[in-house]
């Protein structure tokens, strides 16, 4: 159809004009509560499909450990506007605030008179427990005294812990959630070869990725309040521009899980962060619309990657890609887009589809054999 319109074939018609008015009915279908997460994927998606080709190109020279420099910038601007009041909103900030804490918040309502009132309580309490749990209220009063009798800023908000045990408990618990979390991602690909290969068991559990991820929520955590309770020693008070500093050395972590699809999609989401802010301000303006119209190009460019130069799309796409049309992806005659100079057949060179001569423009390599 493009063809009889255009009256040519070019460069971004089997890929890209293709796809875009494709993806954009099929955009205005879904339903619009699920359009916006649709659309920072998809943005996500084709961010770093258009990187990977400018790097291809030469246009680029990728910096080491980029992802990590990416992730220092977006999680101490996040950081920031967490600390601000009515910073940021909704499923964010209940992630934010899930990871490091109601103590970070300045507005929270959480009073010391409170808190050592339910420490009270606790010891208390545990003085009750029967001899033969003599041990065990020992160890958690002596854990006790030392969370609570070290040094602790005024300005703090962490009243039931000094800011060492703080720092300490903050790596423990996110360390925990991130070896979880990998091991739960694991137990289907685990239990499927189970019964053929019992060891995978322990792999299960003993698996350097999840100490990995472990690793890298546990250190953000801990530098992270570390370094708040640091500067509040050092300048004396508690200012939402400590996040800033914080939130950039917190980013370092990433060294221990390095993901270019976590710094991209964070950058994404800051990026409609401060956008919707801006609305609020009145300082940009509102396109009605915007998130299909993104959501539809970021698709065009990514098929766009998938017809003409596969090498340069995000592994993870091209493989769902697959599996949505069942290989027929992989199946398109890509050595006569070699023209371009894309390298379009690279991952293709030993494929030559079968094609009905009566419908192609030259005879075909492997002609279709007619009954």
Known sequence: MQMKILGKFYFWSPGFGAALPASYMAILIER???????????????TETLFRMAVARGAITPLRHGEVLLFCITAALFMFFFRCKDGLKGFTYSALKFIVGKEEIP???????????????????????????NILALTKKLMDKVCKHGPRHRCCK???????????????????IGYLIQCCLRIPST?????????????????????????????????YKGTSCFL??????????HALVAGCLAGISMMFYKSTTISMYLVSKLVETVYFKGIEAGKVPYFPHADSIIYAISTSICFQAAVMEVQNLRPSYWKFLLRLTKGRFALMNRKVLD?????????FKDFTPKLDPRYTVVPPELPLELS
Request: net charge positive; proline share 3%; hydrophobic share 35%.
């Open 107 to 133: 507005t929270h309502s959480f009073s010391p008179e409170a808190a050592f009132s339910k420490t009270d309580r606790k010891i208390k309490h545990s003085e009750k427990v029967s001899q033969p749990m």
């Open 232 to 241: 509040r020693w050092v300048r004396n008070l508690d200012d939402e521009l």
């Open 339 to 347: 023209v371009f100079g894309t390298e379009a057949s690279k991952n």
């Open 158 to 176: 962490h009243y039931g812990d000094n800011c060492i045990s703080y720092c300490i408990k903050g790596f423990i618990r996110m360390f925990s």
């Open 32 to 46: 619009k509560s699920r359009r916006g997460l649709l659309t920072i994927y998809m943005a996500n998606q084709a």
């Open 191 to 223: 239990f499927r070869h189970l019964l053929t290969q019992p060891s995978r068991l322990f792999s299960l559990f003993y698996n350097k990725e999840n100490f990995q991820l472990g690793a890298f929520l546990g250190s953000f955590v801990s530098i």
